[in-house]
C-alpha cells in the first residue's frame, strides 16, 4: 500500500469501541497490515497532558469554546507527531474519536457557532480526513449502563459520561446526521447487538472499505 489508510471510530458513551477496535486491530495485524491504534483527546505526549484538563472538567468552568480550542490542539499535535506520519509509512490508523465526536460533543450539544467549529476543525486536522467512520450507534440509556458497570468503583464518570441522557440521546441523533450529510464516508454499526455481531459487522465494512481502496487505486 503506497499510503496507509485512515479509520476512525466515533459514537455514545458504552457502545464498545474500545472493545471492537482491539478487535480489528488483531484481525488486520493476522493478515500483515502495520496497524497503529490510537484514541482522542490524546494519542500523542502534548495530546495526552492536554486529556486530563478536558476529562477531568477543569476547563468546563471556562465554557466550550475553550473545550473545543482545547480538543482541536490535542488534535492538532496527535495529526502531527503520530497519524500523518503512520499513514505516510503506509500503516492502518484505527483512531478512537476524532472529529465527528468535537462536532457533535462542542459542535451540536455545546452549542458553538457550525462556521467557528469548521474553521477549527480544518486548522485542527490539516487536510487530514479520515477514510472511513465507523459510527457505532447505541440507545443512550444502554450504553451509559455499560459504561458505568467497566468503570470502577471507585471512579466518578467524567466529564462527558455525567451529562443527562438526553444530551447523550441529541449527541446520538447528531452521529446519525453526520453519517447521512457523508455516506461516502460514514457507516453506522448498530451497536446494540452482541459483540461478535458487531464484530462481523465491523470488519465486512472495512474489508470492503480496504478493497475498494485498492481496486480504485486511489490516494
Ligand atoms: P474516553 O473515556 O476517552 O472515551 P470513550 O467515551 O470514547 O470511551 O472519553 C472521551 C470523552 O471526551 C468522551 O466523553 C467524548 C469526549 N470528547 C469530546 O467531547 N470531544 C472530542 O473532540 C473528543 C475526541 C472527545
Avoid: W
Avoid at 457557532?113 to 485542527?124: G, K, L, T, Y
Amino acid at each position: 500500500m503506497a499510503k496507509g489508510f485512515f479509520i476512525t471510530f466515533e459514537g455514545g458513551e458504552g457502545a464498545g469501541k474500545s472493545t471492537q477496535i482491539e478487535l480489528l486491530a488483531a484481525k488486520l495485524r493476522a493478515k500483515k497490515y502495520a496497524i497503529l491504534v490510537t484514541r482522542e483527546p490524546g494519542g500523542s505526549p502534548g495530546a495526552e497532558a492536554v486529556r486530563h484538563v478536558l476529562l477531568s472538567g477543569a476547563a468546563e468552568p471556562f465554557g466550550p469554546k475553550m473545550e473545543a480550542l482545547l480538543f482541536a490542539a490535542a488534535r492538532s499535535d496527535h495529526v502531527e507527531q503520530v497519524i500523518r506520519p503512520a499513514i505516510e509509512r503506509g500503516a492502518i490508523v484505527l483512531c478512537d474519536r476524532f472529529i465527528d465526536s468535537s462536532r457533535v460533543y462542542q459542535g451540536v450539544t455545546g452549542g458553538l457557532d457550525p462556521a467557528f467549529m469548521e474553521v477549527v476543525e480544518q486548522v485542527s486536522i490539516n487536510g487530514m480526513v479520515p477514510d472511513m467512520t465507523l459510527i457505532l450507534d447505541i440507545d443512550p440509556a444502554e450504553g451509559l449502563k455499560r459504561a458505568a458497570v467497566r468503570r470502577s468503583p471507585n471512579d466518578a464518570p467524567d466529564r462527558f459520561e455525567k451529562e443527562t441522557v438526553s444530551i447523550h440521546q441529541q449527541r446520538r441523533e447528531a452521529f446519525l446526521a453526520i453519517a447521512a450529510s457523508e455516506p461516502q464516508r460514514c457507516v453506522v454499526i448498530d451497536a446494540s447487538r452482541s459483540p461478535s455481531e458487531v464484530e462481523d459487522a465491523i470488519t465486512t465494512a472495512v474489508f470492503g472499505g480496504l478493497e475498494a481502496r485498492m481496486t480504485a487505486g486511489i490516494k
